[in-house]
């Protein structure tokens, strides 16, 4: 399966970086983008840098629009952007195509290919609110980095596996990273 999986600059970079673990052991052929804000949260919360994913998939600059994966000939299945900052799901609710990552989305989007964002704020404005129903309707999956606790977690880590295997469970990868309900 080939995804292309971006990190922008909301927090929780860390859920960018385990979904990376994840596709790698699950076999992907993996795509990286970083914004430039993705790239400073990523060394302030996970101390880890561009070199520490390059085993983890191929990277490509958030400045390169004539990259292969910024065609809709290149046949990616999936583009996943874990954290999704508000100005990224702006971006990419209004069609707003200035890098990469919200390129990527776009085609993502109008392939019908899936497009899942990760989007981390808290309090939501309506404008956040808005963006999220445009791109929900516009064929996204919106999938807030809100981890649930009826998995019994014991760890950080628990809570941000929730959420990863949640989305690796969006993708179709079968994965055990969370106990689910009734088992
Ligand atoms: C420590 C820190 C935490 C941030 N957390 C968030 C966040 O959770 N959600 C968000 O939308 N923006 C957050 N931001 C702001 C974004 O980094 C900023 O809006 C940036 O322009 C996003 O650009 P990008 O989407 O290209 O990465 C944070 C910024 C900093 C410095």
């Known amino acids: 399966m080939k ?3 971006g990190i922008t600059g909301a927090s929780g970079a860390i859920y960018g970086y385990r979904l990376l673990e994840e596709l790698s052991k699950a076999g ?16 302030t919360e996970c101390r880890k840098n561009e070199g520490d994913l390059q085993a983890l998939g191929t990277l490509f600059s ?16 999936a583009a996943v952007i874990s954290p999704c900052s508000m100005k990224t799901l702006a971006s990419i609710a209004n069609g707003i195509t200035s890098n990469l990552l919200t390129r990527v989305a776009d085609v993502a ?6 497009l899942i964002l990760v989007t981390r704020e808290t309090p939501l404005s309506l404008i956040h609110i808005r963006n999220m129903l445009r791109v929900t309707r516009a064929g ?4 807030p980095a809100s981890p649930g606790f009826y998995h019994d977690p014991k760890s950080l880590g628990d809570l941000v596996d929730h959420i990863v295997g ?3 469970d969006q993708l179709g990868i ?10």
Do not use: H
């Not at 292969?68 to 046949?75: R, T, Y």
């Not at 989007?109 to 899936?114: D, G």
């Not at 079968?174 to 088992?183: A, V």
């Open 3 to 5: 995804v292309v999986v």
């Open 62 to 77: 958030n400045d390169d629009l004539t990259a292969p994966i910024a065609s809709g000939s290149q046949l990616f299945d």
């Open 140 to 143: 996204a999956v919106v999938m």
């Open 174 to 183: 079968k994965n055990e990273l969370y106990r689910r309900w009734g088992s």
């Open 109 to 114: 989007l109008k392939e019908r290919r899936k």
């Open 166 to 168: 949640k989305v690796l």
């Open 28 to 43: 992907c052929e993996v795509s990286i983008i970083l914004s430039d804000m993705g790239k400073q949260i990523l060394r």
